[in-house]
DNA sequence: GTCTATATAGCGATAGAC
DNA sequence: GTCTATCGCTATATAGAC
């Protein structure tokens, strides 16, 4: 038994990156201290350091977390049969956590905007989170025989980023659904 | 001679709050300090508690500039002949500061972006800088003879924030001029 | 009204016992 | 590997001289 002592709970390290990546996301970054994400994921504050050395070192094991999971889903979407039905199925994606965009807004672009204020490294990495982002869906209009596929793919996530923060500042998600069904509709006359 | 001793600046209250507005666009209002708006000030540190008695004291006075400003912007436009020239006016408004978009992001996004995570008045206080801003578009899709003119609106200041996030997120002007054009053919379109 | 000096609190990070 | 205790710093805010 090379595990902790409540039986099969993820290890200290994991629990950390999930704790940090849902607090993260909740109360944005800035305001995030280490003792709030010690505290939830149940590990002593000084402990934090033995398995991250800094707090920018934590940030950077959610991006990469992030990153991974965006990374899966738009793998699942691959399987799809048509480009059509893959940037719906996307979009759908976040109408599916609709709930929780009016209460804290879009996970990856709030995460974005504020590294984007972030004069490290981490700045870069969470570029990436969005870049992954609008290369999927340019790959799609492009395989659709776009040649604009570029631009319309900023488009689309533009829109759904915009949306997002709108719905979040009014706290309705009915408004999120509705434009995203706009966007539906518009890949489709496409 | 009721001013200060260097003549013809402006009073210090209106200096703090001129600094705090570029301040809190630039870096954030989380990571954003008391000194260094006294500094850019140039007002001393403890002097400041003379004009505001605390820090959200000073950022709600920030967000009432910003409403002004608006407010006042919007007023010019609304002396356009065409609802269609006045809605491509408003997006003009944005590209004229596309460099600092690319930089720094929307001046307004931003700040509404960080104040969704504020548990205080100021949250609603900064909605209704977006506020003002669909309402007016509501008000020009509708003189358009739209119906469904609340949810133009709404998918046009949702495509201006999100074009916003994304151009300073690869810091690329071009980006956003690119999608402006797109929403003036949109415009035009309906 | 203006300024300096300082109180107070909370943060990230470290040292070192176990 | 795990934890407690605490350092050092910086932030907001206050007290009080001028």
Same mark, same amino acid.
């Given at each position: ?16 990156? +999930? ?11 800035? &305001? ?6 010690? +505290? ?7 402990? *934090? ?9 934590? *940030? ?10 965006? =990374? ?6 691959? =399987? &799809? ?19 929780? *965009? ?28 969005? &870049?992954?982002? *609008?290369?999927?869906?340019? =790959? ?38 509705? +434009?995203?069904? =706009? ?8």
């Amino acid at each position: 038994m090379t595990d902790s002592a409540t039986a099969s709970r993820p290890p200290k390290r994991e629990r950390l990156v +999930e704790s940090a990546r849902d607090l993260l996301y909740e109360q944005g970054v800035q &305001r995030t201290t280490l003792a709030q994400i010690a +505290e939830r994921a149940d590990v002593p504050v000084g402990n *934090v350091y033995y398995y991250y050395k800094t707090r920018d070192e934590l *940030v950077h094991a959610v991006i990469e977390s992030r990153l991974e999971r965006i =990374r899966e889903v738009l793998g699942e979407l691959d =399987r &799809r049969s048509s480009p059509k039905a893959r940037l719906k199925a996307l979009t759908s994606a976040w109408t599916d956590e609709g709930a929780q *965009v009016a209460e804290h807004g879009c996970p990856l672009g709030g995460l974005v905007y504020e590294l984007n204020k972030d004069h490290s490294p981490l700045s870069e990495e969470g570029a990436q989170l969005m &870049r992954e982002l *609008v290369d999927w869906s340019e =790959r799609q209009f492009r395989e659709l025989g776009r040649r604009d596929a570029a631009t319309l793919a900023f488009s689309l996530i533009s829109s759904i980023q915009g949306a997002a923060l709108l719905t979040n500042t009014f706290h309705d998600e009915s408004l999120f659904r509705r +434009e995203v069904r =706009r966007l539906g509709r518009w890949i489709d006359s496409i």
